[in-house]
């Protein structure tokens, strides 16, 4: 009877070892390097930002950091571009109502005039011409950073749905970044060489579906060093 419990024990304590090594993390890391070598870009594409052009034979877990916690950036992202969005407006507006004046717009005619047949502008004209100019490189700044902020928000929504999949309300949601690395070392062309794989998930509240279940996703995949 003491035998039997014995074994049991050692076989409980085996079963539990074994389940603290199946940490999410490195079931990420398997499930990473499974779908490469299967070329199953699907899956690789649904849990991870990038990919990897070299043929790993094998690879190992060496290290893996504690979690680090940073705001989630989306909602200011979304604020980022309303207000450059809201400052081009503006200054187009401002332009209207400058380039409509009744004072301004008969010398505007002419400098527009004078710019295209390609002449000399007549003196009179230049300060109608720099005030112009500046307009026009206001307008072009301004729909630029909003154009890149635009893109910076839709690649963080991308990033914020491998997480936690497609949610509603998606930009108001608020809450935090966890994040990790994990020391790899891969087996590429019989050497192995050490690789760091960046891990994010996302933790956020609000918005008006149903609860958000977080999963982590590969951000990067780098060589050590």
Known sequence: ??????????ALGLAVAGLACSSPEKNVVNQYFGAL???????LTSFAMVAFDQKVDDFKVVAISPDTRTPAPLPDLVKKQRDLEAQQKANEKEYRAWGNDLAVYPQLEQMRAARAKGGKLPPGLQPIADKFDAFQAKDREFKKAASDAKAAVEKEKRNVALSIGQTEDVETLTGEILSKTVDLDLTIGGQVKPYVMTLRKYE??????PRMVARW?????VPKG
């Open 204 to 209: 956020l509240t609000g918005g008006t579906g």
């Open 217 to 221: 996703v590969v951000q990067s995949l």
């Open 37 to 43: 070598r299967a070329n199953d870009q699907g899956t």
């Open 1 to 10: 009877m003491r035998e039997r419990a014995t074994a049991l024990a050692v």
